[in-house]
């Protein structure tokens, strides 16, 4: 059975920093990611990274402050700095086996207070 958990979230200042991490459990997946949720919004992309090579994407709007990774032990992260208000949203982890987001996490709340 495959399992995501999401843990970090929180409240923070804009201008702070705070590491989202993601545990996978059940299968092997070749890219991990995290996508996010604002209230109102449809679910976004943020960052991806394959597992084997380690190669990275990120969207725009989050690039040059935000760094996804993972290690050995089937955790991935997201390093967040210089947060800003639109930020705030429900930080999804997910990942894929054969080209599609199948597998999601149940979220985790990311709150940047102005």
């Known amino acids: 059975q495959v399992q995501l958990v999401e843990s970090g979230g929180g409240l923070v200042q804009a201008g702070d920093s705070m590491r989202l991490s993601c545990t996978a459990s059940?299968?092997?997946?070749?890219?991990m990611g995290w996508f996010r949720q604002a209230p109102g919004k449809e679910r976004e992309f943020v960052a991806a990274?394959?597992?084997?090579?380690?190669?990275t994407v990120y969207a725009d709007s989050v690039k040059g402050r935000f760094t996804i990774s993972r290690d050995n032990a089937k955790m991935v992260y997201l390093q967040m700095n210089s947060l800003k208000p639109e930020d705030t949203a429900v930080y999804y982890c997910?990942?894929?086996?054969?080209?599609?987001?199948?597998?999601w996490g149940q979220g985790t709340q990311v709150t940047v207070s102005s």
């Open positions: 990274i394959a597992w084997s090579a380690g190669n």
């Open positions: 059940g299968r092997t997946f070749t890219t």
């Open positions: 997910t990942a894929q086996r054969a080209g599609s987001w199948d597998y």
